[in-house]
């Protein structure tokens, strides 16, 4: 597992410390994310958040999924001020500052790359297949299959996202481009003849 990251390209309400173990006396709120799992202490990410509008701070605890170096772990600010996203080894968890009861976790597992796109106002996440689009408003969408083994991303042009995915086929990287608005792929013959 490589050493925790923070980004917090997006303006949020709160503020987050990576703590490098679980206090031995735990503040009055503690929440574990998921609530059921085994072992969830194990190589789990600690974190002690404090909402700007909340003078107590609670615990969160959120279980590893993987060990591997590839799987980041950190801290990301969202395009919603009240929510944080919190990545254990691949596991990515959005969680309310204001009510940690509330959070979401993300069906990519591993999540891979974290991007933050701020003028489109969306988190990006890409698994070895698919990407996931977080907004203000929570999932905004999540792509078809674009890769068969990982994906890398080329750029962005404004509201289009330029990226490669293996081909099993083929057997080599092939080249997409998705809709920022909506995650679907955009048909470059369709690109081509509009442009005449």
Known sequence: MTAPTFNGVFPHRWSAEILPARPLILPGR?????????????????????????????????????????APTGLWSTPDADTLCALSGGYAYLISALQPEHFTMLPLRPVLQVHSLVEQRLLLFFGHHTILAWGADGQAWHSDRLSWEGITLNRVDENQLHGFGWDLLSDKEVPFTLDLRTGNRIDAQSDASDAH
Not at 44 to 56: N, P
């Open 30 to 70: 503690h929440f574990t994310y998921p609530a059921l799992v085994e072992e969830v202490e194990r190589g789990a990410l600690e974190i002690l958040v404090r909402h700007e509008r909340d003078a107590q701070p609670f615990l969160a605890t959120c279980a590893l999924g993987f060990r591997d170096p590839a």
